[in-house]
């Protein structure tokens, strides 16, 4: 088990560094080699030819490659000093980079965001993984049936239809029509959480709505497969109830599967749901991301870049230290 | 002279309606249409306080020229909500007209827009200055005196070395960038002052075009006459700052105001929230009302549903004046007319006709497309007469001195419909009877652009112009179709965008389009790629004059010429529906501001 | 189950039509059908027998004769947890120790699975729930059926586990299946099924999965098990090396039917139907040197959905032109004894048979 933790463990590390390196490539290398010059695009709307010089210094855009990539890399632990003469700009750590636009380190911005991030997904994975697993759980065992035939063309029309639809439906049915719901503007931390979970109440439920979809027909899908299995033969051949062979034979070995998207949704969702939080206006990552966008703001839009691959890579190492736990056989590797 | 490379980026991207484009867009839009008719239904049905409330508007386009709601009841909170967020509310680097409009709450200028309806608003009037400056005989020195009791918000006196102060920022173009650099191009051409951050003299007051003999008086020195200096003046980049609450780059966070409001609170991205400034004095500013509280900025990334809060009045306005959504639109129009104009924006849609690429390089080849366009086709694609526009025949937008009726072409007589057969004569005429092929950029981030491009193949197909839209990402367009050298590589014929004023004179509007002067390797705008020397010198000559109807007469000239060369082709003079709370009071829209409300004026009923 | 005589016949004693048999284990006149959407697949159609306590019977057969299916129809597992698909149709009557299992309560059989009733499947790799350790496997089956703590069900487990041979019970209760080499595998196996002290073992295929020399010691572990713990066992096999080595009985089947059954010293020394022949003829003797004479069975094993009219095996019998009349292609032969408790389906004359068996087939084994 400890082996496989360390193996895991420098997974993740390359990992990482093969983030950052594409990240750095992606947004440092890549404009280079397409001719742009990498100190406008940082620089924002704004491109006076000073501040564009300006800002190349500071980004030490001058210097080799693999020095800017080493100060890329170095500033998220140890923070990085933006100099260029006497103006000078701190990044404190984990510097994630320096807007020119808001006169913010990116930080600041991925701090205010995160924790809208945070809720949106947990509330919405606890809900899909509750209601997408046991919709397909029971499908699986109803197969053909009119639950089963009706909860997955269900499943269809929640993976078919975009978050924008039935966001606005659920906001014009809840919020406008029947004003059952009030969705607070920018949620911020001095927000109480009743107002948090009244905010997030409907977009959870629409993500949710769009995943539990696709976790009902992987877990149908799963369990008809897990069922058919020699050992849950064996588990009834002992005389055990049926509840018993169906969550704790069953349930336990077509979570493996559903661990897996789960773990990649969840790591995707860490870095923002971009439509979810655009409909619905939560001033999560993915709204930041949007915002950057708009404002050509290429240092945030970099800085979540970064965050989320590295969400997803963080996320990848719970699901390999789970499947560990679920299965012994990947302890041996 | 410098570019001013921002306009054409930050102005056509906050101005560009959000229209129905792209597939995804349209999509997106149908979807929301759907839902605003399934709220609409039920929301309607049901009465109660929203009927009662839009029974109150005062009616279709009654904010156009006159004041809706009258009043001077102060009190209330001032709601906005906006899908952008400002672009900096450091008055010397903000380029965005929304913010522009906005930053009159809490930045003065020594000059300002008047704060009456419509085209009055053109008008400058004394702000910080008593009146507009005494400018002296050759165009050269303006003096203004200043009004007795201004102040900052601590209670200090505004004397005019902080307005010189606030004007020198504009040179620390390492720091302070991102809003517009004419005062510095006009003042100091060869740029030869530092800016205040490397001013070596002590009260870092080191300007020499700037005189401030005594705190109430402040002369402007220009090395060579411009009729538009005062129009500079009443930029936001003209406002005072305080030196010692100078913060630099970081400025933009929490300026230090001199108008009637301060900043409570800011988050970038997400909220402003402006209060009374205390320290203000009603009898130092005549123009501004001071109605409101408080002042409320909500940035709201959904467009459909910020328009359906701001017809049940969760909001008052929408900050950003880009107009209704579509299902907005249909919703309002039906619902509450009572409570929208159609504003006429001074923002004109357009083909560049790139000299450079042949045969376009043929004036009668530029004609024949003038000829084989299906103008009211294009106005269909962009929303119609009323969402989208008029039909456009003049190379400035009406607001601007400089338009007239010319319509050679016959444009506005065939209701925008083509002239095929005068498009093959043409055609006949530039050598390529059987019609000719190239290519036209669309960008794919301006709802509706790549739509008209397409709309356009179609046309310009009838009679034998094969056209192929290239679309391209619009955060890359001033490296894309900015660029000469790329245009050439890629061999652009046809570049559709959009574009609108700074300040309302033909410089602020169109030298940057058709100057040869103004081609640049990135970032140019005179993207036709006109070199007329004649254009150049009608430039010049209007610029050199402070005479206003001079100014206007040369501009007619540069339209007519423009016009007859075929050298740029406008199509459409941007309108959209904006939304007026029943709520506010003091309600018109001012042309200084694009069409906008006057923020500054507005008030709200409790 | 009036027709019971005319459709089948079991080994010991005439079937009566009484309710009440006197064996541990009697099948009546047991059908599986599965509904299919090419039509209805009939794996077991009119199977009878009866097992003794102490005594072990060998189902031999080809894959797909139906001999998986009647031991999992004995089991009860055709009908518990199946969903929603079309269900199995399953008739007769199996009397386990007085109970017919097939009309009791699914609850009472369930109950009985595991504790009266075990099962020793093929594959203990995939038999064994991968997730879970040997232990909690065992203690599992234990506790389902006796109300006792972890701590003592562990106990038992480690002493069942001691008990089939595995070396260092105590630690390698806690291992996980996959650790386990494939004989120790079948042997936690058996342990798991013997934990209750079932008085019916059905072992379906229980070397197949095996190395050769593994098989020796897993039949003779079964060997003695039985003759430890008195129970009945049904060992179901394609190898008839199998069942020489454990069966009292052996009961052949084809194509979901019985077409050969008596005591292994009779089946295999005096085998009165063809299709035993063939299984013989096909089966490689380590101790004889005729491997190049191995007779196998020519053809593919019938479909169960169209089963060949008449005898089910004269597509594939060398001497379905011996009795007259066609009668082999029109007529079902029913089970008639051919010897002391030994019954064959065959339409040739019982002098025919065994003029062929001694004659052709014997020589060449």
């Known amino acids: 088990m400890l082996a496989y933790l360390i193996r895991r463990l420098l997974a993740v590390v390359i990992m990482v560094l093969v983030v950052l390196l594409a990240t750095f490539t992606v947004f440092y290398m890549l404009p280079k080699w397409a001719g742009q010059d990498i100190a406008v695009l940082f620089a924002g709307k704004a491109t006076g030819a000073e501040q564009v010089e300006g800002i190349r210094t500071k980004l030490g855009l001058d210097e080799p490659l693999l020095v800017q990539f080493w100060e890329f890399v170095k500033a998220i632990p140890m923070g990085r000093t933006f100099a260029n003469g006497d103006d000078v700009t701190e990044c404190p750590a984990p510097c994630f980079g320096y807007s020119f636009v808001t006169e913010e380190p990116v930080w600041d911005t991925l701090k205010d965001a995160l924790p809208v991030t945070l809720a949106l997904a947990a509330g919405a994975c606890v809900l899909w993984l509750a209601a997408g697993v046991a919709t397909g759980v029971v499908s699986a065992l109803k197969r053909g049936s009119v639950w089963d035939r009706g909860a997955m063309i269900a499943a269809l029309g929640g993976v078919s239809l975009p978050i924008f639809f039935t966001g606005m439906v659920a906001m014009g049915i809840f919020v406008h029509s029947l004003g059952w719901v009030h969705i607070e503007d920018s949620l911020s931390t001095d927000d109480s959480i009743g107002v948090w979970f009244e905010t997030l109440l409907l977009p959870w439920i629409v993500l949710a709505l769009l995943n539990a979809a696709m976790y009902a027909r992987l877990t149908r899908a799963t369990m008809l497969d897990v069922l058919g299995e020699d050992y849950i033969r064996t588990a009834r051949a002992k005389g055990l109830g049926e509840r018993v062979v169906i969550t704790r034979h069953a349930l336990r070995s077509a979570m493996t599967p559903i661990l897996t998207v789960f773990g990649l949704d969840i790591g995707v969702l860490l870095g923002g749901a971009v439509l979810t939080e655009s409909t619905f206006n939560l001033p999560g990552l993915g709204l930041a991301a949007v915002q950057a966008i708009n404002s050509k703001d290429l240092p945030v839009i970099l800085g979540v870049t970064l965050f989320a691959a590295l969400a997803i890579a963080v996320a990848n190492l719970v699901v390999d230290l789970l499947y560990a736990v679920i299965d012994p056989r990947v302890r041996l590797g | ?606 | 189950m009036t027709e019971l005589s005319k459709t089948g016949a079991a080994v010991g004693e005439p079937v009566a039509a009484s309710p009440a048999p006197t064996a541990f284990l009697e099948v009546r006149d047991l059908r599986v059908h599965f509904p299919t959407d090419d039509g209805l697949v009939k794996s077991v159609d009119g199977l009878s027998f009866s097992l003794e306590k102490g005594k072990t019977l060998g189902i031999v057969g080809e894959s797909g004769s139906g001999k998986s299916v009647t031991s999992l129809g004995i089991m009860g597992l055709h009908t518990a947890g199946q969903y929603g698909r079309r269900k199995a149709q399953i008739s007769g009557e199996i009397w386990l120790d007085g109970t017919e299992l097939l009309s009791a309560d699914p609850d009472h059989v369930r109950r009985l699975r595991g504790r009266e009733m075990a099962m020793i499947f093929q594959d203990p790799l995939s038999a064994l729930h991968p997730y879970y350790t040997i232990g909690q496997q065992i203690v599992e089956a234990y506790r389902t059926h006796h109300d006792v703590d972890k701590k003592t069900a562990k106990r038992r487990a480690v002493e069942m586990l001691d008990r089939v041979g595995i070396p260092q019970p105590d630690k390698r209760v806690d291992s996980y299946p996959h650790e386990f080499s494939g004989g120790m595998r079948q042997r936690a196996m058996i342990a798991m099924s013997l934990v209750n002290n079932p008085e019916l073992l059905i072992a379906d295929e229980p070397t197949t999965a095996l190395d050769v020399t593994v098989q020796a010691q897993i039949l003779d572990l079964i060997r003695d098990l039985q003759k430890e713990f008195g129970s009945a066992v049904i060992v179901i096999t394609h190898d008839l090396g199998v069942v020489a080595e454990l069966s009292d009985d052996i009961l052949v089947m084809y194509g979901g039917r019985c077409v050969e059954r008596g005591p292994a010293e009779e089946v295999f020394y005096e085998p009165r139907h063809p299709y035993t022949w063939g299984l013989l003829g096909s089966m490689p003797r380590l101790d004889r040197d005729q491997q190049e004479r191995l007779i196998p069975v020519k053809g593919s094993p019938p479909s169960l959905i169209n089963v060949p009219s008449g005898c089910a095996f004269n597509p594939r019998c060398p001497y379905a032109d011996v009795p007259k009349d066609n009668i082999t292609r029109t007529v079902r032969p029913e089970l008639t004894e051919v010897g002391s408790r030994h019954w064959a389906a065959c339409h040739m004359t019982q002098e025919q048979r065994e003029r062929i068996w001694t004659e052709e087939i014997a020589p060449k084994l």
């Open chain 2, 1 to 606: 002279m410098v570019p001013r490379r921002e306009t054409g980026t930050a102005i056509p991207e906050v101005e560009g309606k959000m229209r129905t484009g792209s597939p995804k867009r349209r999509l997106a839009a149908g979807a929301a249409l759907v839902v605003a008719a399934l709220v609409t239904t039920t929301a309607c049905g049901g009465g109660g306080d929203n009927g009662d409330k839009n029974e109150d508007g005062a009616g279709y386009n009654a904010a156009l020229d006159k004041v809706v709601n009258a009043s001077t009841k102060k009190g209330g909170t001032l709601k906005f909500v906006g899908k952008q967020d400002f672009d900096s509310l450091d008055p010397q680097r903000t380029y965005y007209g929304m913010t522009w409009d906005f930053l009159r709450f809490f930045t003065r200028t020594l000059v300002t827009y008047d704060t009456k309806p419509g085209e009055a608003s053109n008008k400058l009037v004394g702000d910080l200055a008593t009146g507009p400056a005494e400018v002296s005989e050759d165009g050269k020195t303006y003096t203004y005196k200043l009004r007795d009791g201004l102040t900052w918000e601590d209670g200090s006196a505004l004397t005019s070395k902080d307005v010189k102060y606030g004007i020198e920022r504009i040179w620390a173009t390492d720091v302070i960038t991102g809003g517009p650099a004419y005062i510095k191009q006009t003042l100091d051409p060869k740029g030869e002052y530092e800016g205040p951050y490397k001013d070596k003299s002590k009260d870092k007051l080191g300007l020499k075009a700037i005189e401030t003999p005594d705190d109430q008086t402040i002369i402007f020195k220009l090395p060579k006459a411009n009729g538009d200096f005062e129009q500079f003046l009443a930029m936001p980049t003209g406002a005072p700052v305080k030196q010692s609450e100078d913060t630099r780059a970081k400025y933009t966070q929490r300026p230090f105001s001199s108008g009637p409001y301060k900043i409570e609170s800011r988050k970038a991205n997400k909220s402003l929230v402006l209060v009374r400034n205390d320290a203000w004095k009603k009898e130092s500013d005549p123009l501004r009302p001071a109605l409101p509280d408080k002042i409320t900025v909500t940035i709201s990334a959904n467009l459909e549903e910020n328009d359906k809060r701001l017809m049940e009045g969760d909001y008052d306005l929408d900050v950003n004046g880009t107009g209704m959504t579509q299902s907005g639109r249909v919703s309002a129009t039906q619902d509450h007319k009572g409570s929208i104009d159609n504003i006429q924006t001074s923002f004109v849609r357009y083909v560049a006709l790139v000299h450079n690429t042949k045969p376009l390089d043929d004036v009668n080849c530029r004609k024949a497309v003038f000829y084989a366009t299906d103008f009211a086709g294009l106005q269909q694609t962009r929303g119609g007469e009323v969402a989208g526009g008029e039909i456009a025949n003049s190379v400035f937008p009406k607001s601007i001195p400089g338009h007239t009726d010319y319509d050679p072409y016959g444009i506005l007589e065939r209701k925008g419909k083509p002239d095929v057969a005068k498009a093959k004569a043409a055609l006949k005429d530039c050598g390529q009877p059987n019609g000719f092929s190239t290519k036209i950029t669309a960008r794919t981030n301006n709802p509706g652009e790549v739509d008209a491009a397409e709309a356009l193949q179609e046309q310009l197909a009838e009679v034998g112009i094969k056209v192929e839209v290239d679309p391209i990402d619009g955060a890359q367009s001033s490296s894309i179709n900015g660029s000469p050298k790329v245009v050439k590589e890629r061999g652009y014929g046809m570049i559709m965008s959009g574009w609108g004023p700074d300040f309302p004179t033909g410089q602020g509007y169109a030298q940057p389009l058709f100057d040869s002067r103004f081609i640049f390797e990135n970032g140019n705008y005179n993207e036709s790629e006109i070199k007329d020397k004649e254009i150049d010198g009608l430039f010049d000559e209007a610029i050199a004059s402070t005479d206003p109807a001079k100014a206007k007469e040369l501009y007619e000239q540069m339209n007519k010429r423009l016009i007859d060369n075929a050298d740029w082709m406008p199509f459409i003079y941007e309108k959209n529906i904006s939304w007026r709370s029943p709520r506010l009071t003091n309600v018109y829209s001012s042309a200084a501001y694009n069409g906008r409300y006057d923020y500054v004026s507005l008030g709200v009923v409790k």
